[in-house]
């Protein structure tokens, strides 16, 4: 396949890749939404950082009231009303510079700009906030994940908008099975929210590799979202990203499987995923798969 068709076909992901996914965190659990609302399917509506109860206990002297109230008023904003919520958020940083309230705000700020599709806000909000907070692992995650989504063939400097992405992802699995469980959560629903969150890093990581050439590490990683998503629904795109990886790596048996799983979720994919599945199964019929 060629390299400019490369691209064409992974430009249907960046359509969905910020319904895709999928946000969780010890942090954002702490909000009180024990099962968060399904939106489309292989994504959840991502929960706000700023509803934790946690999210303003943070280092520092302490605020004024008008800097306390104006936090707090974020904080409650509901998030059907996005547009709002930006201004909000944006209106604060631009009032409070050096708030010690900042990183909620920022993370709150990088998914609701994902949820509009600017992504290049929320890339540049996001990294602020790792910068702030290197293991806010929510952040990492979505970061990792939506970089290598949002590519496309005139994204500049690819390979460094690469790397980052492979580095937020691999801190996001390396720090997110440390999180302690907080006081009075359920063991089910920490253990699902941790997954959501890895299963959205191996994801990011997984798409990495593919878009590097790098197949048979890319697998692996695909393999490991798939698995641990806790969503009822898959997430489609990682299961497409699975059937090309295999295709790529000659696995056509291990290709149709994904294909066709994908094929079964109803998305923008479902017509892409039932024609690899078909051309997985002549490649694996009248081709030679390469051994795993």
């Given at each position: 396949?060629?390299?400019?068709?490369?691209?064409?076909?992974?430009?249907?992901?960046?359509?969905g890749f910020?319904?895709a996914?999928?946000?969780?965190?010890?942090?954002?659990s702490?909000t009180?939404?024990?099962?968060?609302?399904?939106?489309q399917?292989g994504?959840q509506?991502?929960?706000?950082?700023?509803?934790?109860?946690?999210?303003?206990?943070?280092?520092?002297?302490?605020?004024?009231?008008?800097?306390?109230?104006?936090?707090?008023?974020?904080?409650?904003?509901?998030?059907?009303?996005?547009?709002?919520?930006?201004?909000?958020?944006?209106?604060?940083?631009?009032?409070?510079?050096?708030?010690?309230?900042?990183p909620?705000?920022?993370?709150?700020l990088?998914?609701?700009?994902?949820?509009?599709?600017?992504?290049?806000?929320a890339?540049e909000?996001?990294?602020?906030?790792?910068?702030?907070?290197?293991?806010?692992?929510?952040?990492?995650?979505v970061?990792g994940?939506?970089?290598?989504?949002?590519?496309?063939?005139?994204t500049?400097e690819?390979?460094?908008?690469?790397?980052?992405?492979?580095n937020?992802?691999?801190?996001?699995?390396?720090?997110?099975?440390?999180?302690?469980k907080?006081?009075?959560?359920?063991?089910q629903?920490?253990?699902?929210?941790?997954?959501s969150?890895?299963?959205?890093?191996?994801?990011?990581?997984?798409?990495?590799?593919?878009?590097?050439?790098?197949?048979?590490?890319?697998i692996p990683?695909?393999?490991q979202?798939?698995?641990?998503d806790?969503?009822?629904i898959?997430?489609?795109?990682?299961?497409?990203?699975?059937?090309?990886?295999n295709q790529?790596?000659s696995?056509?048996?291990?290709?149709?499987?994904?294909?066709?799983?994908?094929?079964?979720?109803?998305?923008?994919?479902?017509?892409?995923?039932?024609?690899?599945a078909?051309?997985?199964?002549?490649?694996?019929?009248?081709?030679?798969?390469?051994?795993?």
């Amino acid at each position: 396949m060629s390299s400019s068709k490369n691209w064409m076909i992974l430009a249907l992901l960046a359509a969905g890749f910020a319904a895709a996914a999928t946000v969780a965190s010890a942090q954002s659990s702490q909000t009180g939404q024990d099962k968060p609302a399904q939106s489309q399917p292989g994504g959840q509506q991502p929960a706000d950082p700023t509803k934790s109860g946690s999210s303003l206990a943070m280092p520092g002297g302490p605020a004024n009231a008008e800097e306390l109230a104006a936090v707090k008023a974020f904080q409650e904003m509901p998030n059907t009303d996005l547009a709002k919520k930006i201004t909000a958020g944006e209106e604060f940083l631009k009032k409070y510079p050096d708030s010690q309230y900042r990183p909620p705000v920022y993370s709150a700020l990088t998914l609701a700009y994902i949820q509009t599709g600017n992504t290049d806000k929320a890339f540049e909000v996001g990294e602020k906030e790792v910068a702030l907070k290197p293991d806010d692992v929510q952040t990492l995650a979505v970061l990792g994940q939506t970089i290598p989504r949002a590519m496309n063939a005139n994204t500049p400097e690819k390979e460094k908008q690469l790397a980052k992405a492979e580095n937020y992802s691999k801190r996001a699995i390396e720090v997110t099975p440390t999180i302690p469980k907080p006081d009075g959560m359920a063991d089910q629903h920490f253990i699902a929210a941790k997954n959501s969150t890895l299963s959205m890093a191996h994801s990011g990581l997984g798409l990495v590799y593919f878009r590097l050439g790098k197949f048979s590490q890319a697998i692996p990683e695909l393999e490991q979202s798939v698995k641990i998503d806790p969503n009822p629904i898959p997430d489609p795109v990682n299961l497409y990203l699975l059937g090309l990886a295999n295709q790529k790596a000659s696995h056509y048996d291990d290709a149709a499987v994904a294909f066709s799983k994908c094929a079964e979720v109803n998305s923008k994919l479902q017509a892409s995923c039932r024609s690899g599945a078909d051309e997985s199964k002549k490649q694996a019929s009248t081709q030679l798969s390469s051994p795993k």
